[in-house]
C-alpha cells in the first residue's frame, strides 16, 4: 500500500481515471503512481510510457491477471 507523509499536498478526486483498469504493456494515459488490482503490487511511471508486461511480477492462484489501476495522480504543470 502507497505511503506518504505530507497529506497536504494530496487532494482526493472523483475522477473516473482512477476507475479505469490497464492491461500490461499497454500505454499509461496519466503520470503516477499505478497499483495492480490482483496483488497491490505499485509502480511509478511517466505518462505515455509502457506499463510493467504480464511476466513483471507472478500472481498466485485466484489472483487472476495483472490489470494496472491508478492510484496516485502526478499532477503537472502545462
Ligand atoms: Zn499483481
Given at each position: 500500500m502507497a505511503l506518504y507523509k505530507h497529506g497536504q499536498f494530496l487532494n482526493q478526486s472523483q475522477h473516473e481515471a482512477f476507475d479505469a483498469l490497464h492491461s500490461p504493456g499497454?500505454?499509461?494515459?496519466?503520470?503516477g503512481i499505478y497499483r495492480?488490482?490482483?496483488?497491490g503490487d505499485e509502480i511509478g511511471i511517466a505518462k505515455g510510457h509502457t506499463l510493467p508486461p504480464q511476466n513483471h511480477h507472478q500472481h498466485g492462484y485466484g489472483q487472476g491477471a495483472i490489470r494496472w489501476q491508478l492510484l496516485v495522480f502526478a499532477v503537472q504543470r502545462a
Open positions: 499497454s500505454i499509461a494515459p496519466n503520470a495492480c488490482a490482483g496483488c
